[in-house]
């Protein structure tokens, strides 16, 4: 039998669920709108609907106990994370070692 991570069990709760694809516009009051660019306030809408879905995955938990589980990740989070550093950094040497063959 295969173990699920924390994560991986919240979204076998939560089922096979279907959103639209619809393009909404998003109108801020200037209060809320940042002062940096259009990519910056499109990085603080990502964030703020990624912390809603965590709000929302989190609350399918039975107990306080998964929640905590999944909050605290070490479990999977930390090995995953490293592991994701580790394929980068092998991606960067591959175009280090391109770049210093090729001609100039």
């Known amino acids: ?21 619809d393009v909404v ?9 940042p002062d940096g660019s259009e990519a910056e306030l ?4 990502l964030v703020g609907l ?3 879905l965590a709000e929302a995955s989190l609350g399918v938990l039975p107990s306080d106990a998964e929640r905590e589980a999944l909050l605290m990740g070490e479990g999977w989070l930390i090995p995953r994370l ?8 092998a991606r960067i040497d591959s175009l280090r070692r391109a770049l210093e ?3 100039r």
Request: glycine share 2%; charged share 30%.
């Open 101 to 103: 063959a090729a001609p």
């Open 82 to 89: 490293e592991a994701d550093v580790a394929a980068y950094r």
């Open 1 to 21: 039998m295969i173990e699920l991570s924390p994560l991986e069990e919240a979204m076998a709760s939560v089922g096979d669920a279907t959103v639209p694809d």
């Open 25 to 33: 516009a998003l109108e801020l009051p200037d209060r809320l709108r």
């Open 50 to 52: 990624f912390d809603l």
């Open 42 to 45: 499109r990085h603080l809408i």
